[in-house]
């Protein structure tokens, strides 16, 4: 997947009409819905690269209920999205997080951990769950490895080939990928604290029958208590039971997958209606409990509100509309079909 060019941090502010926070799915189409209304956007996200959840932890999985696509890849859906708007030239700010949002001349001032600077007359708040990082095991040194022999998710499942992966988890994504990396990797092994695992029925099926098959081995029930390795290259894991005898395996990758850590961040001090971790929005609009920034896809809270990538589009859709009075002040709105409109060359 190509990604956007971010733009270098300057002394003085960029000007734009809409500052979306978050490039993930519902981020990037909210651009194409922005531009179709004649707005600019600029968009900033913690991640370097664009495609929120879908490109950090799950680019490879199929998607399956994105209207008109049977079946996509999460990093395939992203491209699309990054085509549908690259005719609107949006400006990325990745790999830097908004710490500080506030009113300013008729609109909103942004600031950014890379010290970047946005004057917004509206803002929409895309990021997804928040802010968000892995949950790490306690192992001492761990750190040195994170990035190369140890990472918290799989971007491109190649760099397992004829590799020996341990994989430490118990739910959907350490199962997913045992199942997937059997296939190529030379040897893979799943450390569970538990014999039963957290994830869909068949896949434990499958799961246990490459175990029979000894295509997998089942370290259960057992947990990580070392790594073994010159603090770049890893060399083995060792394990512990539950009795406290401890195992030593062979490894070039580990894998930990124990979920997330999820939090709103600095959104937390915005000022917003929040409900359970989430930002409050009238659902015909979009718009929080302060005029001017709006909410769309998972972070947005509503009655008979529905966690789905679909749902994100058709919010990023009403909020770009309702918007667009403070973008363009007494003009008015003369809504339109996409058909009929058509879309601007690039």
């Known amino acids: 997947m190509s990604e956007p060019a971010a733009a270098a941090p300057a002394a003085a502010p960029f000007v734009t009409d809409v500052a979306i926070v978050g490039a993930g799915p519902v981020g990037l189409f909210a651009v194409f819905e922005c531009g179709m209304l004649n707005m600019r956007c600029h968009v900033v996200d913690a991640l370097d690269a664009a495609g929120g959840q879908c490109t950090a932890l799950y680019p490879e999985k199929p998607i399956y209920d994105i209207p008109g696509y049977p079946r996509i890849g999460a990093a395939e859906l992203v491209e699309k999205l990054m085509e549908q708007a690259r005719p609107f030239h949006p400006v990325f700010h990745l790999g830097q997080q908004v710490t500080a949002l506030a009113a300013a001349d008729g609109g909103f001032r942004l600031a950014t951990t890379a010290g970047t600077a946005i004057t917004a007359r509206a803002v929409l708040i895309a990021a997804g769950v928040g802010a968000f990082g892995p949950n790490r ?15 918290y998710l799989v971007t491109r499942r190649e760099d397992f080939r004829d590799k020996r992966v341990v994989i430490a988890g118990g739910g959907d994504s350490a199962v997913d990928w045992a199942l997937s990396l059997a296939e190529i990797a030379r040897s893979v092994t799943v450390v569970h604290r538990r014999g039963r695992f957290r994830c ?17 081995a089942l370290a259960v029930p057992c947990q990580l208590d070392a790594l073994e390795g010159d603090g770049k290259t890893l060399a083995a894991v060792v394990l512990k039971s539950l009795d406290g005898g401890t195992t030593r395996i062979e490894a070039d990758f580990l894998l930990p997958f124990f979920g997330l850590a999820m939090t709103l961040g600095p959104i937390a001090g915005w000022g917003l209606d929040l409900e359970r971790n989430h930002v409050v929005v009238d659902p015909s609009t979009g718009q929080t409990s302060t005029p001017g920034i709006y909410a769309a896809g998972d972070i947005a809270h509503y009655q008979g509100k529905l966690k789905l990538i679909l749902s994100g589009f058709a919010e990023a859709a009403q909020a770009a509309h309702a918007m667009h009075a403070r973008v363009h002040p007494g003009e008015a709105l003369h809504f339109e079909y996409s058909t009929t409109k058509g879309v601007p060359a690039g």
Do not use: F
Request: proline residues 9%.
């Open 200 to 216: 869909a029925p068949e896949n434990a099926a499958r799961l246990k029958a490459l175990a029979e098959a000894g295509r997998i």
């Open 137 to 151: 095991p306690p192992i001492a040194g761990i750190e040195a490895y994170e990035g190369g022999a140890v990472r």
